[in-house]
């Protein structure tokens, strides 16, 4: 019983050129998949680290005005529309959820009496 190395016949030089060529060519192609995953890992890693979502629980502290009261709020991703009712009127605030800066401030004139 002869052993399958002893069957096999060395291979012409030409074909062995070319052999060494495709493993190249894998070798290569492995290691531009590899390195493409490893970007895209690390694209997702450093998205997740540096999103700017508000975490559930969050306290933010707001500036508002003595006497001043929250009537009404809307929410819309990482804002929040404020209408205040103060002293000297109405007006709506803009603001930033992820720090509670002020974003944008309108003051409501009031209506006359028609």
Request: no cysteine; hydrophobic share 45%.
């Given at each position: 019983?002869?052993s399958?190395?002893?069957?096999?016949?060395?291979?012409?030089?030409?074909?062995?050129?070319?052999?060494?060529?495709?493993?190249?060519?894998?070798?290569?192609?492995?290691?531009?998949?590899?390195?493409?995953?490893?970007?895209?890992?690390?694209?997702?890693?450093?998205?997740?680290?540096t999103?700017?979502?508000?975490?559930?629980?969050a306290?933010?502290?707001?500036?508002?005005p003595?006497?001043a009261?929250?009537?009404?709020?809307?929410?819309?991703?990482?804002?929040?529309?404020?209408?205040?009712r103060?002293?000297a009127?109405e007006?709506?605030?803009?603001?930033s959820l992820?720090?509670?800066?002020?974003i944008?401030?309108?003051?409501?004139?009031?209506q006359?009496?028609r």
């Amino acid at each position: 019983m002869t052993s399958r190395d002893e069957d096999e016949k060395p291979l012409d030089p030409v074909q062995e050129r070319l052999r060494r060529k495709m493993v190249r060519l894998l070798a290569t192609s492995i290691g531009i998949m590899f390195i493409g995953v490893m970007a895209v890992l690390a694209a997702v890693v450093y998205k997740l680290s540096t999103s700017t979502d508000v975490k559930p629980g969050a306290m933010i502290a707001l500036d508002l005005p003595a006497g001043a009261s929250i009537e009404d709020m809307a929410l819309d991703g990482d804002r929040a529309l404020l209408r205040l009712r103060t002293s000297a009127g109405e007006e709506l605030r803009l603001i930033s959820l992820a720090d509670g800066s002020l974003i944008e401030r309108i003051t409501l004139a009031p209506q006359t009496p028609r």
